[in-house]
């Protein structure tokens, strides 16, 4: 039900809230800040005219409804089991790259996802193909958007393909 395509917008918030006790997150969003200190500590005119961008702690956005959906068949996905272990991460993984609107994709193979642990800390590496979702997967594991072990610590980075 939740994957379909004419659930949208708020439908899906509030279905997502009534049905599931989630809400749509927001992503906080980072920006090159302007090095700024005491009175005579930067070089003058290191930065171009014109180029000067404010950066404004805690901006943040919505997230579209094809990653809310895919966030929340994360979380709420049962077909894997409840153990954590290397092969259920790579699961959760490649469903969330390649299921789009939160489907649940036949995963055949988990080949272009690298999961290496290391004393508490798995070193993940995941493929952006192009669309994006390999870079918000990414922000959402470094955010908790997606539910993991919190014992655990994860280094993740994206692979574009």
């Known amino acids: 039900m939740l994957?379909?395509?004419?659930?949208?917008?708020?439908?899906?918030?509030?279905?997502?809230?009534?049905?599931?006790?989630?809400?749509?997150?927001?992503l906080q969003i980072s920006e090159d800040a302007i090095a700024r200190?005491?009175?005579?500590?930067?070089?003058?005119?290191?930065?171009?005219?014109a180029k000067l961008r404010n950066y404004v702690p805690g901006s943040a956005s919505y997230v579209p409804d094809d990653y809310f959906k895919r966030i929340l068949t994360w979380n709420f996905y049962k077909g894997d089991?409840?153990?954590?272990?290397?092969?259920?991460f790579k699961r959760r993984l490649a469903r969330f790259i390649h299921g789009v609107n939160g489907i649940d994709p036949p995963v055949q193979s988990t080949f272009d996802i690298s999961v290496m642990p290391d004393k508490g800390i798995f070193f993940v590496s995941i493929?952006?193909?192009?669309?994006?979702?390999?870079?918000?997967?990414?922000?959402?594991?470094?955010?908790?958007l997606v539910k993991l072990p919190f014992i655990y610590t994860y280094s993740v980075t994206v692979v574009e393909q």
């Open 127 to 144: 493929p952006d193909y192009g669309d994006g979702v390999g870079h918000f997967l990414k922000d959402a594991i470094d955010q908790s």
């Open 3 to 26: 994957t379909s395509p004419a659930i949208t917008g708020e439908l899906l918030d509030w279905i997502a809230a009534g049905i599931y006790g989630e809400f749509r997150p927001l």
């Open 81 to 88: 089991g409840s153990h954590f272990c290397i092969n259920w």
């Open 37 to 49: 200190g005491a009175y005579n500590t930067i070089d003058y005119n290191n930065v171009a005219y």
